[in-house]
């Protein structure tokens, strides 16, 4: 064995325990592993064909969407709260259409005095 090059917490007992339920004791760094598949499981070995779930991704899944849902509510719940902050929130047409009837009555104050 080349020295220097291994792990110096090897131990030759640790439990891997499968998601079925399966347990079998092999060389590692841990004390103990979980895995999903094995060799009395995947469907390489038993001959079947069936569709490989793996534990906790579904879970995972909804849970992300559950997060991402909370966040777009809290997102929605902030934007209404600027908008009321700043009382009138006037969208860039409502200026526009503003400025246009100040432009408008200025140019008619102008005929008028020229008049
Ligand atoms: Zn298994």
Redo the contacts with the bound molecule.
């Keep these: 064995m080349k020295q220097g090059i291994h792990p110096s917490n090897w131990q030759n007992d640790c439990v891997v325990t499968?998601?079925?339920?399966?347990t079998f004791v092999t060389g590692g760094t841990k004390k103990a592993m979980q895995?999903?598949?094995?060799?009395?499981?995947?469907p390489f070995f038993t001959g079947e064909m069936r569709f490989v779930d793996r534990q906790g991704r579904v879970d995972k899944f909804q849970k992300k969407m559950q997060l991402a849902a909370a966040a777009a509510a809290a997102a929605a719940s902030k934007a209404k709260k600027t908008i009321k902050t700043k009382a009138e929130a006037k969208s860039y047409k409502q200026i526009l259409v503003e400025q246009q009837g100040e432009l408008k009555a200025k140019k008619e104050a102008e005929a008028v005095a020229e008049n």
Excluded: K, Q
């Design positions: 499968c998601s079925c339920g399966n895995v999903d598949i094995c060799n009395a499981c995947h």
